[in-house]
């Protein structure tokens, strides 16, 4: 597509309609063809630097890094031998069936990389709209999602609109992080461990101080040694877990270069004090690495609410509560069935939507993706509430891990600048998933023939 006198009397037109909220931002491509008769496949070109424009706008913050695809839609093929149809992305040169290998035929169907989409070569951002916080924060996010191709960031962008209409997230986000890492250490006997547990105790202050300093860099400290007692068979456990508090970090490498250093200083103790032990280790399977418990200690505790007068609420949504409610309870029934300690819906696929846009550290889209939902009436008001536990990540490029020129861009467009930031834009655009998942499932208008 190059760049016409159409081409640009569109754009700044589907702009300024953006601007207004008269136009959608994942219409555009139709807008384009129905008004300026601009067809598919220029017209994914144009869409996506319609939003970009949009964004830059109202944020004030340039793309340059994450870049538009030289080919920003996907094409339908068919293979006759096989009777099936497969979508690629436009640049993609090997069109063989991945089954028969056999030559497919190009259906001549096209449609966008993914809803919403603004850019991205590799990984496909998606604009998913702003979203209001108060609280514990005050601010406005813009939201990029790398969601896939379904339309979870339509979704998103529909629950902030309701969000936004309605006063905005009201969030509590904790002011430090945790960080983890366990002493694990076996004894023949209780009395032993028992002992062990004392000793270890009566130098905790000291071991406090030599901790802090190695994880003065970033700025953390210890904020909690908790004991843990298990008997296995023969076996006497004492679990040593070391919390850490930082505010704008992750941690995770610096508690464990603290720990792994004072686990040197516990068994030196014990041995100096006679108390004989069978094994100490760092123990990862107790300090909620990548584990889905209650009992996760790590990562920072978000939540977002959204409170709306009854009447208000099925007014404006034209929906009965009793059956809005009962469709929440009924999903969290299910998940707490198979067994979930908690329950995720949508914002299973939002939460590393999030992490994979901005790269940030760590990166592994299991983090911190639990969640608990709670819908019900308080004082006359219906209340829709999302809580994070666990929320776990460090937004500066450090020692523990580079962040990459889109992803910090990336940052800067959304509006965030801390890790508190981070957290808060992460659990107000999941309760704007869920919210409006619960909303359009109970209305019956998703999954519906």
């Known amino acids: 597509m190059t760049d016409t006198k159409k081409g640009h009397k569109a754009t700044d037109e589907c702009v300024e309609l953006l601007k207004s909220g008269k136009l959608p931002p994942w219409r555009v ?3 384009l063809v129905s008004t300026y008769q601009l067809l598919p496949p220029d017209n994914f070109m144009l869409a996506a630097r319609c939003r970009r424009k949009f964004i830059e706008e109202t944020t004030g913050e340039k793309f340059s890094w994450i870049r538009i695809s030289e080919k920003p839609y996907k094409n339908r093929y068919f293979c006759r031998k096989d009777d099936l149809t497969f979508e690629l992305d436009a640049r993609d040169r090997y069109v063989r069936c991945p089954l028969c290998h056999g030559k497919m035929m190009d259906l001549g169907e096209f449609a966008p ?29 813009t939201n990029l999602l790398v969601y896939g191709t379904g339309l979870g960031p339509i979704g998103v962008t529909r629950g902030c609109y309701y969000i936004n209409r309605f006063g905005g997230a009201d969030v509590k986000v904790d002011k430090f992080a945790r960080a983890v890492r366990c002493h694990g250490l076996i004894f023949e006997s209780d009395r032993t461990r028992k002992k062990a547990k004392d000793v270890i105790e009566g130098q905790l202050d000291e071991f406090k101080k030599k901790m802090d300093d190695q994880m003065k860099e970033f700025k953390g400290g210890v904020s909690s040694v908790d004991f843990d007692l298990v008997d296995a068979q023969e076996d006497y456990i004492l679990y040593v877990d070391f919390v850490a508090s930082f505010t704008n970090f992750r941690g995770h490498g610096d508690i464990s270069r603290a720990v792994g250093f004072v686990k040197k200083e516990v068994e030196d103790l014990l041995d100096t004090s006679g108390i004989d032990y069978k094994l100490s280790v760092i123990a990862q399977g107790h300090d909620g690495d990548l584990k889905p418990s209650p009992r996760n200690k790590r990562g920072r505790y978000a939540s977002a609410e959204l409170r709306i007068p009854i009447h208000e609420f099925e007014t404006f949504f034209k929906i009965d509560l009793q059956k809005f409610l009962s469709f929440v309870k009924v999903d969290a029934l299910g998940a707490e069935k198979l067994g ?9 696929e939002i939460l590393p939507a999030v992490y994979k846009a901005t790269q940030v550290n760590p990166q592994s889209p299991l983090v911190s993706s639990f969640q608990n939902i709670y819908a019900g009436v308080e004082n006359g008001d219906v209340v829709y509430r999302v809580e994070l536990p666990n929320v776990e990540v460090g937004v500066f490029s450090t020692r523990e891990g580079i962040i990459s020129p889109s992803a910090r861009e990336a940052l800067r467009i959304m509006g965030i600048q801390t890790a508190r930031e981070f957290a808060a834009s992460l659990v107000a655009q999941v309760l704007a998933g869920e919210f409006n998942l619960a909303l359009e499932i109970s209305r019956e208008k998703l999954y519906s023939s």
């Open 340 to 348: 979930c300690p908690f329950y995720s819906g949508m914002g299973g």
């Open 29 to 31: 491509e139709d807008e």
């Open 113 to 141: 990389l993914v809803a919403s989409y603004v850019g991205g070569c590799e990984s496909y951002y998606s604009y998913a709209g702003r979203i209001q916080v108060k609280g514990d924060l005050e601010k406005e996010f």
